[in-house]
């Protein structure tokens, strides 16, 4: 049985950290490119950041480069996404999604909220 499980959000103000968690079971989870997609009410579903099946290779959004990181751990088939530097802007439910050739999984999401 598949489950993608986010984890980490909350609220925060602006300028400061988070740190997601999506913990991954059921599938190879190295054999998947790991993304996360954010969507704020209103907007279609956008996706921040991507990393390769080994961590080799990451891609981001322009409007987080340089303040958010994507990392992954095929050992503990989790996926990470540290948000630094967080604007308003950047609030939303935050997807993890696994993506393989034939299948693709999603997570539940965790909200981000950036407010003072």
């Known amino acids: 049985q598949v489950h993608v499980v986010e984890s980490g959000g909350g609220l925060v103000q602006p300028g400061g950290s988070l740190r997601l968690s999506c913990a991954a079971s059921?599938?190879?989870?190295?054999?998947?490119?790991m993304k996360w997609y954010r969507q704020a009410p209103g907007t279609e579903r956008e996706l921040v950041a991507s990393?390769?099946?080994?961590?080799?290779?990451?891609d981001y959004v322009d409007s987080v480069k340089g303040r958010f990181s994507i990392s992954r751990d095929n050992a503990k088939n989790t996926a990470y996404l540290q948000m630094n530097s967080l604007k308003i802007e950047d609030t939303a439910v935050y997807y993890c999604?696994?993506?393989?050739?034939?299948?693709?999984?999603w997570g539940q999401g965790t909200q981000v909220t950036v407010s003072s």
């Open positions: 990393i390769s099946r080994n961590g080799a290779s990451t």
């Open positions: 999604n696994a993506a393989g050739v034939l299948f693709a999984y």
């Open positions: 059921g599938f190879t989870f190295s054999n998947y490119v």
